[in-house]
């Protein structure tokens, strides 16, 4: 098998994370917060905390929250910063992710949702948001790196300008979390990951760090137990517990800290570099291949791991079935749960076949990979 669906999941835990469940799996496993014995699930959750705060430059361990994924924390940040009569903007290669949440507002005439156009290729001009902006525009929500094109977004840039006029921004970072250098700075509000991607965790944990303002402004959009202020049937007003109600995804929670104290010893930069050459060698290898029609900017600088094929002749389905059954691909066809960013480029409703690579990838797959597409 050769797998090449690094934007939907990674594939295996490393060897470091590995033991690390392992070994919390043959002890005594108990609620952080609800009971003495629990202190070393709630360690467990510090430890993943500073070191996910240290790799996303927050200001403390404490503003790193955790959910269940990168669904759940754009939808808490979107719910939670969202008021009635708002001017919100988005760009046009959003994931369902936020895509979703901000329409059902729309719909529901909560909020005035504004598209912000970017070009076939999935980039957009940052001046677009500086002449988007209102008086009443509270929030810029942006995917830092298409899951269907790979292109990066300015997303510094356009997050300064918001700031100028006190908009908040929530970043999406599923795509580039762990694999793409970015700090929370002073323009980030909130930025959601998911873990189970370039962060390397498990499936089913994920969170989001949250600025200053966003969290005195940001209201709880799941509310329930927290083990604290229990005589209130208010949320508490303090970090982290206004953000975390229920059980936590203890063994989650462990995956991450393993994980991302892995990723800070290799080195971000690093494994950017890497992901960036392979990727440049596939799209050099696709030069080769005339009826493989590559999207997105065919720029591994500004692009991740992701590059999206419409091949002549094949539907993207027949595309990976045949490169799966003939050869032991394993890619992602069809619109990847981003219908905007295939309108974007012009490959909806048929979609595309994906290609998306990470830590595991070689340099022989990648060369079997585009021997395999020239021969169908």
């Known amino acids: ?3 090449a669906n690094y934007a939907a999941t990674s594939p295996a835990l490393s060897q470091a994370v590995v033991e690390e469940l392992r070994a919390y799996l043959s002890e005594t496993r108990l609620n952080a917060g609800r009971n003495f014995e629990g202190l070393e699930a709630g360690a467990a959750a510090l430890r993943a905390r500073r070191a996910a705060g240290k790799l996303f430059g927050a200001a403390g361990p404490l503003r790193v929250l955790f959910t269940s994924g990168a669904t759940a924390s754009l939808n808490m940040a979107i719910h939670g910063l969202a008021r009635p009569g708002d001017h919100v903007l988005a760009t046009s ?3 369902n992710a936020t895509a979703r949440p901000l329409e059902a507002l729309r719909k529901n005439r909560v909020i005035d949702l504004e598209w912000l156009q970017c070009d076939p290729e999935g980039s957009l001009d940052s ?5 988007a902006i209102r008086k009443n525009t509270r929030l ?13 977004a300015p997303v510094t840039d356009c997050f300064r300008i918001a700031r100028e006029y006190g908009v908040f921004t929530v970043l999406d970072a599923a795509q580039t979390a762990g694999v793409l ?5 002073d323009c980030c509000d909130v930025l959601g990951f998911a873990g189970h991607k370039g962060l390397g965790g498990l499936a089913g944990i994920g969170g989001f760090v949250v600025g200053e303002r966003a969290a005195a402004e940001m209201r709880p959009w799941i509310r329930g137990g927290t083990g604290s202020a229990s005589d209130s049937l208010d949320m508490p007003d303090f970090l982290p517990d206004k953000f975390e109600p229920g059980t936590q995804n203890t063994l989650g929670v462990l995956s991450l800290a393993a994980s991302v104290e892995e990723i800070t010893r290799i080195g971000v930069e690093t494994i950017r570099e890497r992901e960036r050459a392979l990727t440049a060698r596939f799209i050099s290898g696709l030069g080769g291949i005339k009826k493989a029609r590559p999207c997105g900017t065919m720029d591994p600088d500004r692009s991740v791991a992701v590059v999206s094929l419409v091949v002549e002749g094949y539907s993207a389905g027949d595309v990976s079935r045949r490169l799966f059954e003939r050869n032991g691909i394993i890619t992602r066809s069809g619109l990847h749960c981003s219908p905007l960013a295939h309108k974007t480029a012009g490959t909806f409703p048929d979609g595309t076949v994906r290609f998306s690579f990470g830590r595991g990838t070689t340099e022989a797959e990648i060369d079997t990979i585009l021997e395999a597409l020239a021969a169908l």
């Open 1 to 3: 098998m050769i797998y």
């Open 93 to 95: 290669v959003e994931h």
């Open 127 to 131: 001046a677009k948001v500086r002449g």
């Open 140 to 152: 810029l929500v942006m995917s830092h790196g298409s899951n269907v094109l790979g292109t990066i």
């Open 181 to 185: 250098p970015f700090a929370m700075g």
